[in-house]
C-alpha cells in the first residue's frame, strides 16, 4: 500500500526558511521521479518541483526557482523540499506526489508565511 507522509510545515515569517520531507512506503522509491505540489485556497494545485530517481536535472516552477531545493535520499525513501526566502504567496499546502498509472498523494502540510 502506497503512503507518502509530509511533515516540516508550519508559521515562518517572511524571507524565513522550511525545510519539507516526504517519507515514502508501498512502492520502490528509487526507480521513480517524485514532486511537490502545492495548492493555494481559490487556486489550482501547481507543480513546485520534480526530481528525478537519480536526482539528475530538477524542475522548478518559475516562481520558486532559485529559492527552493527539492533534493532525495533513496535510501531512506525520503525527498525533501527545502524553501528559503519565503514569501507570502508561497502560503499553501503542499503535497508530496509521485505518478505511476495513477497519482498518489500524501495528507499534505500547511506553510504559511507572513509578512
Known amino acids: ?9 508550519g508559521l515562518v515569517q517572511a524571507g524565513g526558511s522550511l525545510r519539507l520531507s516526504c517519507a515514502a512506503s508501498g512502492f520502490t522509491f528509487g526507480d521513480y521521479p517524485m514532486n511537490w505540489y ?6 489550482e494545485r501547481e507543480l513546485v518541483a520534480t526530481i528525478t530517481s537519480t536526482s539528475r536535472t530538477p524542475y522548478y516552477a518559475d516562481s520558486v526557482k532559485g529559492r ?3 533534493s532525495r535520499d533513496n535510501a531512506k525513501n525520503t525527498v525533501f523540499l527545502q524553501m528559503h526566502t519565503l514569501k ?3 502560503t499553501a499546502v503542499y503535497y508530496c506526489n509521485f505518478r505511476y498509472i ?4 500524501g495528507q499534505g502540510t500547511q506553510v504559511t508565511v507572513s509578512s
Open 1 to 9: 500500500q502506497v503512503q507518502l507522509v509530509e511533515s516540516g510545515g
Open 38 to 43: 502545492r495548492q493555494s485556497p481559490g487556486k
Open 68 to 70: 527552493f531545493t527539492i
Open 88 to 90: 507570502p504567496e508561497d
Open 102 to 105: 495513477v497519482d498518489y498523494w
